[in-house]
């Protein structure tokens, strides 16, 4: 008998999305942004490109907030979608949504989580690991990149700011902790992983599509 205990959630989500994760950074607009060479526009259309996603994922999960599985990922400190309009704003001005065009990727992306939201909802847990630990991580090394490349001012920079989290970090385990709480409900966590696989390639999908448009 093993002396190991059985990996939680959060860890077999990580183990098995490594290498879509891995993929995500080294393509399109991602990989730009990494390297300092994505526009103010570059960036603005990218922001456009994740805001339906975003506005379906935290309307669904507000739906669902008191579900078994779900009450443990729904957390409001974590939502993006008011941020990014804010910075939108900044980027573009209030007219931004006229100035930016309405890829067809953010869509088929907005429509995968409308899909997972059907019946309970649970494999949305897939979608907010991939997004919201991305942001809560990784995004902080991209706001640093865009303040060094393009140079943007703190307002266009608000999809990186969490101003309801008071310490980064704590909040980063305990967030992370519960998608090992969310497991214990979950009939089926296989599905939740395959859903964060599937919202890796449909990630990757729009930063192709937003660096095909700015080449």
Same mark, same amino acid.
């Given at each position: 008998?093993?002396?190991?205990?059985?990996?939680?959630? &959060?860890? @077999?989500?990580? %183990?098995?999305? /490594? *290498?879509?994760?891995?993929?995500?950074?080294?393509?399109?607009? #991602? +990989?730009? !942004?990494?390297?300092?060479?994505?526009?103010?526009?570059?960036?603005?259309?990218?922001?456009?490109?994740?805001?339906?996603?975003?506005?379906?994922?935290?309307?669904?999960?507000?739906?669902?907030?008191?579900?078994?599985?779900?009450?443990?990922?729904?957390?409001?400190?974590?939502?993006?979608?008011?941020?990014?309009?804010?910075?939108?704003?900044?980027?573009?001005?209030?007219?931004?949504?006229?100035?930016?065009?309405?890829?067809?990727?953010?869509?088929?992306? &907005?429509? @995968?989580?409308? %899909?997972?939201? /059907? *019946?309970?909802?649970?494999?949305?847990?897939?979608?907010?690991? #991939? +997004?919201? !630990?991305?942001?809560?991580?990784?995004?902080?090394?991209?706001?640093?990149?865009?303040?060094?490349?393009?140079?943007?001012?703190?307002?266009?920079?608000?999809?990186?700011?969490?101003?309801?989290?008071?310490?980064?970090?704590?909040?980063?385990?305990?967030?992370?902790?519960?998608?090992?709480?969310?497991?214990?409900?979950?009939?089926?966590?296989?599905?939740?992983?395959?859903?964060?696989?599937?919202?890796?390639?449909?990630?990757?999908?729009?930063?192709?599509?937003?660096?095909?448009?700015?080449?």
């Amino acid at each position: 008998m093993s002396s190991h205990p059985d990996p939680g959630l &959060a860890d @077999r989500l990580r %183990d098995h999305t /490594h *290498g879509w994760h891995r993929s995500a950074e080294r393509s399109g607009i #991602v +990989r730009m !942004l990494l390297r300092g060479l994505v526009s103010r526009h570059g960036y603005a259309l990218y922001l456009r490109s994740l805001l339906p996603a975003y506005q379906q994922m935290e309307a669904a999960l507000q739906r669902h907030r008191q579900a078994p599985g779900i009450r443990w990922i729904a957390r409001s400190e974590t939502y993006r979608a008011a941020a990014i309009e804010s910075s939108l704003e900044a980027l573009c001005g209030p007219q931004w949504s006229d100035a930016l065009p309405l890829l067809s990727a953010a869509t088929d992306y &907005a429509e @995968r989580i409308a %899909d997972a939201a /059907h *019946g309970d909802g649970l494999r949305l847990i897939g979608h907010a690991y #991939v +997004r919201y !630990l991305g942001d809560l991580n990784g995004g902080q090394i991209l706001r640093g990149c865009l303040i060094r490349s393009p140079g943007l001012e703190p307002e266009a920079l608000t999809f990186y700011d969490f101003p309801d989290i008071h310490d980064l970090q704590r909040f980063k385990d305990e967030y992370r902790a519960g998608f090992d709480q969310a497991a214990a409900e979950l009939v089926d966590a296989d599905e939740v992983i395959a859903e964060a696989v599937i919202a890796f390639k449909l990630n990757i999908a729009v930063s192709e599509s937003v660096a095909a448009q700015i080449a």
